[in-house]
């Protein structure tokens, strides 16, 4: 669904919801207080008891309005339930689709595998109009975190080119935590307490 698409929807189901309380409102006071007068509003009573013009113009409208939103509630649902998002390549004698997320998974594996003491990782790949970036979230070593970040996007873009002959634009590394470092004050005491343990 489009952004503005949503904002109809988003206005039309406040209207809605609007509508919807007062008419509940009403109900309530006439069932509570049957003797109570509730006074018809001057447009709708043009709109009911006046011309036929006017009343085939509000059925109109309000015919419009419902077609509107019964297709908008369609498309939804048609993009929700909607294959995973795929990649296609190929060419004259046929086209092979390579699914985003199984592709994801696989680029996870790389990552864990081929770089020295990465940890837990995750990998989005997104599609914009510039081309194909990663997002990589993962635990990695407090060490050479630069030249990790230049593996991993050497890494993805060998393999997208590899597996779907994707470009690969760019890759936002997100560093989710960092192992290695602590243990090095741990082991700086250790070796002056060990030091002092040897003195005379």
Known sequence: MTPAARAVAVILGVAGLVVGVAAMLRAALQAAEPDLAWAQPAWWTTVTGGSGLATGIAAGVTAVVAVALIILAIRQ?????????????????????????????????????????????????????????????????GRDLLGVQERITRLLA???????????EGVDLVVAAVTGIAARPAAAAADRGAEAAGRP
Do not use: N
């Open 77 to 141: 649902l048609r993009i929700g339930s909607s294959k995973r998002p795929v990649i296609e390549f190929g060419g004259a004698d046929g086209q092979a689709r390579l699914d985003v997320h199984a592709l994801e998974r696989a680029l996870q594996r790389s990552v864990r595998e081929l770089v020295d003491g990465a940890g837990a990782c995750r990998v989005a790949l997104t599609k914009e109009p510039a081309g194909w970036f990663a997002r990589v979230e993962a635990v990695l070593p």
């Open 158 to 168: 060998d393999d997208l080119d590899r597996l779907g002959g994707v470009r690969l």
